[in-house]
Nanobody, 116 residues
Framework: VQLQASGGGLVQPGGSLRLSCTAP????????MAWYRQASGNQRELVAS???????NYADSVKGRFTISRHSAKNSVYLQMSGLQIEDTAVYFC???????????WGQGTLVTVSS
């Protein structure tokens, strides 16, 4: 399953962006989904996750600024980012874990650049 991520772009510090990710076909609403990011020269890190029941978890660096949500009927997960900082610049990846097979599926990544 290839997830399709979109919504990245160039934004000034303090600005907002909304990332979207859609899984083609039918997925189980119980599958947890997440957003990761990878800045140049850094390892990929978890930004936020959401369980099939809607329980959310955030990295300390984005708490209070980012909000993850999902629309199971649309097979989609979103990341609303506000108060963006230069340090948020990275390629953002969406990820889904198939709880039946244990397989992890990824999107192609979308670039977020925060710059004045």
């Amino acid at each position: 399953v290839q997830l399709q991520a979109s919504g990245g772009g160039l934004v000034q510090p303090g600005g907002s962006l909304r990332l979207s990710c859609t899984a083609p076909g039918r997925i189980y609403s119980i599958n947890p989904m997440a957003w990761y990011r990878q800045a140049s020269g850094n390892q990929r890190e978890l930004v936020a996750s959401i369980s099939g029941r809607g329980t959310t978890n955030y990295a300390d660096s984005v708490k209070g600024r980012f909000t993850i949500s999902r629309h199971s009927a649309k097979n989609s997960v979103y990341l609303q980012m506000s108060g963006l900082q230069i340090e948020d610049t990275a390629v953002y990846f969406c990820q889904m874990t198939d709880v039946i097979s244990g397989t992890s599926h990824w999107g192609q990544g979308t670039l977020v650049t925060v710059s004045s």
